[in-house]
Antibody, heavy 119, light 107 residues
């Protein structure tokens, strides 16, 4: 049974750096084709891919946010960490950790964590 | 970046009737198209992948069709639990862009 769970701050101030951790179970990020990534959804709006880290350490970033994002994996801890710098109120959103095999659909989602950016 | 356009934005249908949702890609995505269902306060759930393959546990009343740039999600005989927001997503090119969603509401 695959599960993913997000953890991190619920409130950050503008210009601060956000660090989110995804802890997962039921699979290994060292298995071929496996990827773990992050998708966000501002309140009442659509979904947006942020970044993904694949089993072979291939990393992909949203072109529009690339300069602000870093994704890393710790295979031994079954964790993936996303950092986003220079947070702004427009970054207020629910952030989802997801499982996505290479060249496939996103098949498992965490419950999501709402991050509010406000002073 | 591939733009996904869903129509209509809102669809009002009575329980027991059929619903047809559309999704268009700005360029061909082959059959690398998924549909998700999202209910309030919940994460999206994968319904369809490969444009027409139902994910595990998805009822047969959900069906997907299309390839290239035009795709359709059909829900036959709507049940009360089907009223939600539906998103299409292409995963042919990175990033896997999503449509803006279609809200399926009770008529």
């Amino acid at each position: 049974q695959i599960t993913l769970k997000e953890s991190g701050p619920t409130l950050v101030k503008p210009t601060q750096t956000l660090t989110l951790t995804c802890t997962f179970s039921g699979f290994s990020l060292s298995t071929s084709r496996v990827g773990v990534g992050w998708i966000r959804q501002p309140p009442g709006k659509a979904l947006e891919w942020l970044a993904i880290n694949y089993w072979d350490d291939d990393k992909r970033y949203s072109p529009s946010l690339k300069s602000r994002l870093t994704i890393t994996k710790d295979t031994s801890k079954n964790q993936v960490v996303l950092t986003m710098t220079n947070m702004d109120p427009v970054d207020t959103a629910t952030y989802y950790c997801v499982h996505r095999p290479a060249k496939a659909a996103t098949d498992y989602w965490g419950q999501g964590t709402l991050v509010t950016v406000s002073s | 970046e591939i733009v996904m356009t869903q129509s209509p934005a809102t669809l009002s249908v009575s329980p027991g009737e059929r619903a047809t949702l559309s999704c268009r890609a700005s360029q061909s995505v082959s059959s690398d198209l998924a549909w998700y269902q999202q209910k309030p306060g919940q994460a999206p759930r994968l319904l369809i992948y490969g444009a027409s393959t139902r994910a595990t546990g998805i009822p047969a009343r959900f069906s997907g069709s299309g390839s290239g740039t035009e795709f359709t999600l059909t829900i036959s005989s709507l049940q009360s639990e089907d009223f939600a927001v539906y998103y299409c997503q292409q995963y042919n090119n990175w990033p896997g862009t999503f449509g803006q969603g279609t809200k399926l509401e009770i008529k």
